[in-house]
């Protein structure tokens, strides 16, 4: 790993380069960072290989209970209010994504911090994905169902 300090913009400040023998065959991949709980259980690790990086978080079935599946899904989405913005120091950059305080109150789980508060609020837009899951499965029932209404019409 090197941490550099350099006055050129284009110059990373974090480079981490896995050690692993091989590594420059083309056909590898391990571990750059692991989180692990008190436990000292992994809990979660940003992982590399030849051609990507993934940031994973815990998911094993093991680790969960009292399961549910989501419903109502396409009414939380649309309380959702995405927009495109730039932030303010990058005002030719626009981009989309949401408020971190108003979509605090639909998926409060995928928000961290509190609105107005001396720490600026984060989310993490991957913890949205079962949620837009969920909305997805049960506009394609809908669709389908109106397909089968509509074909009925149809024939008869």
């Given at each position: 790993?090197?941490?550099?300090?350099?006055?050129?913009?284009?110059?990373?400040?974090?480079?981490?380069?896995?050690?692993?023998?091989?590594?420059?065959?083309g056909a590898w991949t391990g571990k750059f960072i692991q989180?692990?709980s008190s436990d000292n259980n992994e809990r979660g690790s940003v992982t590399g290989g030849s051609s990507?990086?993934?940031?994973?978080?815990?998911?094993?079935?093991?680790?969960?209970?009292?399961?549910?599946?989501?419903?109502?899904?396409?009414?939380?989405?649309?309380?959702?209010?995405?927009?495109?913005?730039?932030?303010?120091?990058?005002?030719?950059?626009?981009?989309?994504?949401?408020?971190?305080?108003?979509?605090?109150?639909?998926?409060?789980?995928?928000?961290?911090?509190?609105?107005?508060?001396?720490?600026?609020?984060?989310?993490?837009?991957?913890?949205?994905?079962?949620?837009?899951?969920?909305?997805?499965?049960?506009?394609?029932?809908?669709?389908?169902?109106?397909?089968?209404?509509?074909?009925?019409?149809?024939?008869?």
């Open positions: 790993m090197s941490i550099y300090h350099g006055t050129d913009a284009d110059e990373p400040g974090l480079i981490m380069r896995h050690g692993r023998a091989g590594a420059n065959s989180f692990r990507s990086v993934s940031f994973n978080t815990s998911s094993d079935y093991r680790l969960k209970e009292n399961e549910v599946t989501i419903s109502d899904a396409i009414s939380k989405v649309k309380q959702l209010k995405p927009y495109t913005f730039n932030f303010k120091v990058t005002p030719d950059q626009k981009v989309d994504g949401f408020f971190a305080h108003e979509a605090q109150e639909v998926v409060s789980y995928a928000v961290t911090g509190e609105k107005d508060a001396e720490d600026m609020q984060q989310m993490d837009y991957g913890k949205l994905t079962p949620l837009l899951t969920a909305a997805l499965q049960e506009a394609i029932t809908e669709i389908e169902s109106l397909k089968a209404e509509v074909a009925a019409l149809k024939s008869s």
